[in-house]
């Protein structure tokens, strides 16, 4: 549980493009080493597809993903640290308002790729009975598991003081690895997202 986690928000990850095969049948000039180039513009950092940190609350950040139209998504986001203070996963949460879902919310969790995902995630709200989630897949920046949580479950997270994630590492399967979710903040940074995100959607109708 070494490797800090440096991943995005699921939601904000921007696929790439796939990548296609040149034409080779003419020859390529060779560029003359010692002309001169003009350069070209940066990508805008600030550009559709950014990301930025909104808003904070207590220990949470309203982080949105910038688009064309203004129409930005949210999301709350935590950086977890393990005992000794390392970064070692981050929840990201966001609301869920489509009738059709069961789900009063979703959130998604990364953790090192170190963790045995035989053994699922569980999640627990102060001292109320854990939930167990299987992780859904990994990549090169972590593991990844979607959870679901219910109006109870978001009513528990407003009046708790604390949640925790417990993970087990491939190397010490008998150890559970518990990271401390603040809940400090998160009903504002949740009502604050809830809020914005609806009149996003209204905007986009």
Partial sequence: ???PIRALPLALIVAAGPVFAQDTTEETPVPD??????????????????????????????????TEAGNDPCQLYQLLEDGNGNPVSEINVFPITD????????????????????AQLSFQIDSAQPKQYPFAWCSQIGCFARLGFSDADVEGLKAGNEAKIMIR???????????PVSLT??????????EMNAAAATATE
């Fill in 33 to 66: 080493p010692m002309e001169l180039n003009m350069g070209v513009d940066a990508a805008n950092e600030d550009g559709p597809g950014s990301v930025y940190t909104h808003s904070e609350h207590g220990d949470w950040q309203v982080r949105c993903i910038r």
């Fill in 1 to 3: 549980m070494k490797h």
């Fill in 99 to 118: 009738d059709a879902v069961e789900a009063a919310a979703g959130a998604t969790v990364v953790t090192p790729l170190e963790t045995l995902l035989t």
């Fill in 185 to 194: 903040g998160f009903t504002a940074a949740f009502d604050e997202t809830a």
């Fill in 169 to 179: 590492p491939v190397a010490a399967p008998d150890q559970m690895v518990t990271l």
